[in-house]
């Protein structure tokens, strides 16, 4: 790759792109990139699966390939153009593509993996976005960076969280410059390794209009949340260790929500919302859910 792959400027100002991007967290989708499951296992490096394994729970992956086309079904359904990064052998995570990269108002990023296994994943990213001929916005070189932390949550913020793992206090203060050099906020949050990324227990659904698990967040994060007139919808500490939060705005007033996550699905139809719940239960129980699985490639502007 060669420098004019990347468009930021440095002096910040980078103009929009008109189709590769984003302002929200709930916008209507109108593409989105989804790892691949060819390789996909469960492993013990996150505190859910290894929870799963003791258990005693089991992968599954004729049910897991059944799971994830009903996954796919639903983007078709509801009018998401969905693509595929090409499957490596050597990445069995690849699937959770939230991660390896992420999408701002300027255009994608490429991140920074934390764990040894998923390091890899970087390549057949990289590949997609110059096959595409999609610019890249840049590429987080210090530190961690995962996408399971970053949230353009409404027009002009961004909500990033940080364990100083999978995201890296380097890795956050490299994106938190160039956010904010583009003249947009950035809220930095830091919380427990133990959740893995912040969209395990946070999630726009639709437009001020969030579910938290106010029990696994500190007050300052609520309270920045209610000073920006965000409702919260409560979820309880049980479903967030099913990943119950994990789950994908489609714009519209519609949400896609894991079908186990039977708190949220209540809530979110008694706020009016269209809701999705095919069953990803092989996927949750290794770590990560619908929002893991799916990197925005595009929203309308919200």
């Not at 930021?8 to 989708?29: I, K």
């Not at 992968?59 to 897991?64: C, G, I, L, P, R």
């Not at 001020?208 to 007139?229: M, N």
């Amino acid at each position: 790759m060669n420098k004019s792959f990347y468009r930021r400027n440095p002096q910040g100002g980078t103009g929009r792109l008109a189709h590769w991007s984003m302002e929200s967290e709930y916008a209507e989708l109108k593409e989105v990139l989804i790892g691949p499951m060819d390789h996909y296992s469960w492993k013990s490096g996150n505190a859910m699966s290894r929870r799963s394994m003791r258990l005693g729970r089991q992968f599954d992956k004729s049910v897991a390939q059944q799971q994830y086309q009903e996954m796919l079904d639903v983007y078709q359904h509801c009018g998401v153009k969905t693509h595929i990064l090409e499957a490596d052998e050597h990445l069995p995570y690849q699937i959770y593509a939230r991660d390896s990269s992420v999408l701002t108002p300027w255009g994608p990023v490429i991140t920074q993996m934390y764990s040894p296994w998923r390091r890899g994943e970087w390549v057949s990213v990289a590949n997609f976005y110059q096959q595409q001929d999609i610019p890249l916005y840049d590429v987080i070189t210090a530190g961690a960076f995962e996408g399971g932390d970053f949230m353009v949550l409404e027009p002009g913020v961004v909500l990033c969280g940080y364990t100083g793992e999978r995201t890296s206090e380097a890795g956050l203060n490299q994106m938190k410059s160039w956010v904010e050099k583009e003249g947009w906020e950035f809220k930095a949050y830091q919380f427990d390794p133990y959740f893995l990324h912040l969209d395990v227990k946070f999630a726009m659904l639709s437009e001020k209009l969030a579910a938290v698990c106010t029990q696994a967040v500190e007050d300052e994060l609520l309270d920045w949340l209610k000073a920006r007139q965000i409702e919260i919808i409560d979820i309880s500490y049980r479903s967030v260790l099913e990943l119950g939060v994990n789950v994908v705005a489609l714009g519209k007033d519609r949400v896609l929500i894991p079908k186990a996550s039977e708190e949220l699905v209540g809530k979110a139809k008694a706020h009016g919302l269209e809701v999705f719940a095919p069953d990803m239960s092989m996927f949750t129980s290794g770590g990560g859910g619908v929002h893991c699985m799916c990197q925005p490639l595009s929203r309308a502007d919200a």
